[in-house]
């Protein structure tokens, strides 16, 4: 039995839904993968409480991997954040009011790192569900980067725990003009992610590159 720790984010900066935590919600109500024991976590939009709140589950629970999913306005596709980097610089307060700006997640620590999670496997599993997705090689500098290295940092070394970030895009109810993805097709992207995740441990070598 492989035990996953999937974590969405509140809703935030004025919006009444968060298309991550809708997302994970549908995949842990729907979810039947016998050989894979699925545990999910709601966590604030806050530099700070996520990351404590974050660490505080997988002291718990102890899980192989944990697949962290934010929401990502402006984009149409899912993302497979293949790295995390070590700054935070706000453009909006968080949930507590908090805005830093070009400061390190965790001082002293790496500039980055990669996610532990077989990115391109998981993004093929996707795309064979019929849903939009990349490979996305940035995060932001918002609390979704923050909390993908947080993440990393805390797995860093631990052996055989596997982790990594996905973001889903807005609801088209929430996107208004912009690019969005109903949350039902976030949902399925995630579930995908889920199972090749906790059963693929070596990633395919296909391209994912991009130019610019």
């Known amino acids: ?18 298309a991550s935590w809708d997302a994970v919600a549908l995949v842990r109500d729907a979810w039947d993968e016998p050989d894979v024991d699925l ?28 697949v962290c999913v934010g929401e990502a306005g402006g984009r149409g596709a899912v993302g ?8 935070i610089d ?43 997705v990349e490979v996305s090689n940035t995060a932001g500098t918002y609390v979704c980067n923050a909390t993908s290295y947080a993440l990393a940092h805390l797995l860093d070394g631990r052996d055989g725990v596997r982790g990594g970030f996905v973001h889903v895009p807005r609801d088209p109810h929430e996107a208004g003009d912009g ?9 399925r992207a995630v579930a995908a ?10 990633d395919v070598r296909v391209t994912a590159g991009a130019e610019a």
Do not use: W, Y
């Not at 980055?112 to 849903?131: M, T």
């Open 1 to 18: 039995m492989t035990r996953v720790l999937l974590t969405g984010f509140e809703p935030f900066d004025g919006h009444p839904v968060n």
């Open 39 to 66: 545990v999910v976590r709601r966590l604030p939009v806050s530099f700070r409480r996520a990351r404590q709140e974050l660490r505080a589950a997988v002291a718990e629970l102890s899980p192989d991997v944990v």
């Open 80 to 87: 497979l954040e293949r790295v995390a980097v070590n700054v």
């Open 90 to 132: 706000a453009r909006i307060p968080d949930a507590d009011g908090s805005a830093p700006v070009d400061v390190p997640v965790i001082a002293g620590a790496p500039a980055a790192f990669f996610s532990s999670l077989p990115v391109k496997a998981c993004a093929d599993a996707v795309a064979q569900e019929g849903v939009p």
């Open 179 to 187: 690019p969005g993805l109903p949350v039902e097709d976030s949902a």
């Open 193 to 202: 992610v889920v199972r090749t995740a906790a059963r693929v441990h070596h």
